[in-house]
């Protein structure tokens, strides 16, 4: 985002406390704890119902176009009723971290193992220990796949990696990565490869990494704008899928698994701050001293 003389509105990914509630919003009352996905939309569009909320007719993103930001006292939700799910907690409850992960990264990261069709025949590739690589580590693990790969090399997120399921780690980039991977694979890569970094050169590895037949899903944002597919990797029929998650279709599917204790996927909080010392949790995250930092009111 570039820099702003008088501010801006930021943030998408949160959890709040119902105020108010529009006339036209059913089913919602004021204390009801929500979780919003990352995108809001109406929820009955025809994009909706097939679960690609993020594609909705009458959607959009938080902090733009004079919409409300998650990173503030309050916020202003539109299409209440469609985007906002209701959570059977308290503020005060233990599980608000993994709860907040449902707005974004534990769905982004669902999104990339549902994509590449990962399942206990499966063997995976994750690419990238961030919180959304680490949350596509317990994705694969919760879809029953018995190998995966975590290609990472901060040590403290990769020990997490291998605490929600990998059962490798790679910590060598670039090609000695690779080069680890096939080693691994016993030449061949594995059937589906999760990117979640989006630069050029972890898709590149995806590719390097996947085994024929196989499928890459990228749900890092790219920072290119060619895909690099050349003929070598259209003569091994890799398939390449992905894309950006519509975060509220997946939120009813993973809640009990949060609510009931069986995954933590808000352990990728390594940090809390408040809204007054918000710059430091950006400055964290810039420095890769924290892997992602909650904001607390
Ligand atoms: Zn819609």
Request: proline fraction near 5%.
């Amino acid at each position: 985002m570039p820099a702003s003389d008088r501010g801006e509105r930021i943030g998408h990914e949160f959890l709040g406390v119902i105020e108010d509630v529009g006339a036209d919003v059913e089913g919602f009352k004021a204390g009801n704890l929500v979780v919003a996905p990352f995108v809001w939309s109406d929820g009955i569009c025809d994009f909706c119902r097939e679960g690609l909320q993020t594609s909705c007719r009458h959607g959009g993103l938080w902090a733009r176009g004079g919409i409300d930001g998650g990173q503030g006292e309050a916020v202003r939700v539109p299409q209440a009723q469609g985007t906002l799910v209701k959570l059977p907690a308290g503020a005060d409850c233990a599980l608000l971290p993994s709860l907040l992960t449902l707005s974004d990264v534990f769905p982004t990261g669902y999104h990339c193992a549902r994509t590449a069709g990962v399942n206990p025949r499966t063997t995976v590739t994750v690419i990238g220990d961030g919180a959304v690589g680490l949350s596509a580590v317990l994705s694969a693990k919760r879809l029953g796949a018995e190998r995966i790969i975590l290609m990472g090399h901060h040590k403290d997120r990769t020990d997490l990696g291998v605490e929600f399921g990998a059962t490798d780690v790679v910590a060598e980039r670039g090609q000695q990565g690779v080069e680890r991977v096939r080693e691994l694979t016993g030449g061949d890569g594995t059937h589906a490869v999760l990117e979640c970094v989006g630069l050029v050169e972890a898709i590149e590895s995806a590719f390097a990494v996947v085994r024929d037949g196989g499928t890459v899903s990228r749900v890092g944002a790219p920072q290119y704008d060619d895909v690099p597919m050349p003929f070598g990797v259209f003569m091994r029929n890799v398939t390449l899928t992905g894309g950006v998650a519509p975060a509220r279709a997946y939120i009813d599917e993973l809640l009990p698994d949060v609510l009931e204790g069986r995954i933590e996927p808000g352990k990728v909080f390594d940090l809390a701050v408040g809204l007054d010392d918000i710059a430091s949790g950006y400055e964290a995250m810039a420095d890769r001293t924290a892997l992602k930092v909650l904001v607390r009111p």
